[in-house]
């Protein structure tokens, strides 16, 4: 049985191997490791991106694409014994689960049904190929002894049994077929991810063509920019800027054949392709966003300068419908998110169609060609990247991707601070000590940083000069640090005076409440 099963596995093996070659070699042909994977995030139940994150942290999806290979090896296991009494059973067991990837293949937006049938049915038959080797030079249970009366009756003759064919010989040869074959999986499955890795390179700006902005915004100044140990910077850089998306595997859009449609409950449906936003006026503006599963003193926040049409000139156009209160936002990849129209439309704030980020156009992982930047609300809500369509609708029609999950369907975004330097349990040295960090509250403003050492009372850090109500600050504080273990804690007022709260929850389901607070040693 154990060989029967391990057979069924590395079967598995060269079926994943397999697609993962053909998707790499062949533009268009799926990941059937990253459609099955989408569908597992598609169908989660309420909760399980919590217990991934809080296990995994920002390699959630990675591991989510081990288990699911995980999952279909001891599927494949089974399928394996099965096939070791009955070679048609396991085949069968084969083919529904290879009709099961390619089900999940053509549900992907940006897949073709002809590629996503044609690579799963190929991977199928090399598992199944496979897995009849294999199964043929497996070594088989020893027969019942037949009776001694039986056996004297039969004709004797010369006693031959070569090295080759004993038992002994029969298990080695299956196992050096075995690990033969874990190898070609190893490097053919390999091979295949880095190709897929350099069709679907995350970082990598998709093209050099970023028109100025109308109205560029001023350089930033000495006093808004503030330099210590460990402090984050100001404005982060496009490679170092956090990523948070359902997508397992950056879309790569086609700037020839991608829109922008503007639908639903408008005067004027519109349609843009990417030179016709090119060709609007462009803005810039620093705008802060944070995702809504950052905990407290969490990295998942960061601030850049977004270069895009504003989105109050595209829905001018369109004309909001009257009774239309949610913008609906949606990617080429199916994901949805949902906000308030009177929150895109109100006069403080300025929502983009970011096409540029720190100058830049966009790079693939952050959205290219155009995104939704909102200032002031979690990007669960607002953010949509690889957008494709805009659609003004009601409240009550829609919810967006995370709403039936369990979140919050308005998601501002909280009043928040969090220290850089010194990091949790650092030993330190005696004397004056610059304490650092960053906070927000977009697009609100922050008026004001305090600082608790040992829950002692709070003292006034010096902040920089805000760039705008949509950005967060850099704080600094100096401490004259004695020996011992000591507690920082930080806290922020935002610009309407609201104290942030000091009682800690988990970020479901509108974002982590509660101060960051370190211990650190001081010698």
């Not at 059937?32 to 991934?52: E, F, H, R, T, W």
């Not at 064919?165 to 690990?179: D, G, H, M, N, V």
């Not at 009774?323 to 300025?350: C, L, Y």
Request: charged content about 15%; overall charge negative; glycine content about 10%.
């Amino acid at each position: 049985m154990w060989a029967a099963a391990l057979a069924g596995s590395l079967a598995a093996g060269v079926a994943i191997a397999t697609s993962e070659l053909i998707a790499g070699l062949i533009p268009g042909a799926p990941s059937l490791v990253i459609a099955m994977g989408s569908v597992a995030i598609a169908l989660q139940p309420p909760g399980a991106k919590d217990v991934m994150t809080s296990l995994f942290g920002t390699n959630d999806k990675a591991a989510l694409n081990v288990l699911v290979i995980a999952a279909v090896i001891v599927i494949a296991a089974g399928a394996g014994v099965a096939a070791g009494r009955r070679f048609r059973a396991g085949a069968v067991l084969f083919v529904l689960f290879g009709v099961v990837a390619a089900l999940a293949a053509v549900a992907q937006p940006l897949v073709a049904p002809v590629p996503a049938v044609a690579t799963a049915a190929v991977a199928v038959g090399a598992g199944l190929v496979s897995l009849h080797l294999l199964l043929g030079l497996a070594p088989r249970a020893p027969l019942p002894a037949a009776p001694a009366a039986a056996v004297a009756a039969l004709p004797t003759e010369p006693e031959w049994n070569p090295a080759w064919e004993s038992p002994e010989w029969t298990r080695r040869r299956f196992l050096i077929a075995s690990a033969t074959t874990l190898g070609g999986v190893v490097v053919a499955g390999s091979l295949g991810r880095l190709l897929l890795d350099t069709q679907h390179p995350e970082g990598v700006v998709s093209t050099t063509k970023l028109p100025a902005a109308l109205m560029p915004v001023a350089a930033l100044t000495a006093d808004e920019v503030l330099q210590a140990p460990g402090l984050t910077p100001l404005v982060i850089a496009n490679d170092q800027f956090y990523r948070i998306d359902t997508a397992l595997e950056v879309p790569q859009v086609d700037i020839s054949s991608w829109s922008l449609q503007v639908k639903g409950m408008v005067d004027h449906p519109l349609t843009f392709s990417y030179d016709d936003l090119l060709a609007m006026p462009l803005y810039e503006q620093y705008v802060t966003i944070a995702c809504v599963s950052n905990p407290v003193g969490g990295d998942l926040v960061g601030n850049t300068l977004w270069t895009g049409v504003r989105l109050k000139d595209i829905l001018a156009k369109a004309g909001v419908g009257q009774g239309a209160t949610q913008i609906v936002g949606r990617s080429v990849d199916g994901f949805t998110v949902g906000f308030p129209t009177s929150w895109a439309t109100a006069p403080e704030r300025e929502p983009l169609i970011a096409v540029g980020m720190n100058r830049l156009p966009l790079p693939a992982n952050h959205g290219f060609p155009a995104r939704l930047i909102v200032p002031g609300l979690y990007g669960y809500v607002s953010a949509t990247k690889w957008l494709s369509s805009i659609e003004l609708t009601t409240r009550e029609a829609v919810d967006g991707y995370w709403v039936p999950l369990g979140w919050a369907k308005d998601g501002p975004i909280l009043t928040q601070s969090r220290i850089d330097f010194p990091t949790s349990g650092q030993q330190l040295t005696s004397g004056s000590i610059q304490i650092d960090g960053v906070a927000w509250a977009p697009d609100r403003g922050v008026s004001g940083v305090e600082v608790s050492l040992d829950d002692g009372a709070w003292q006034s850090a010096t902040i920089g000069r805000p760039i705008s109500n949509a950005t967060w600050v850099q704080w600094l504080l100096t401490w004259t640090a004695t020996t011992g273990r000591h507690s920082i804690e930080v806290r922020a007022t935002d610009d309407t005076g609201v104290v942030q709260t000091s009682q800690v929850t988990d970020p479901a389901p509108d974002g982590a409440h509660g101060h960051h607070r370190i211990f650190v040693n001081v010698s």
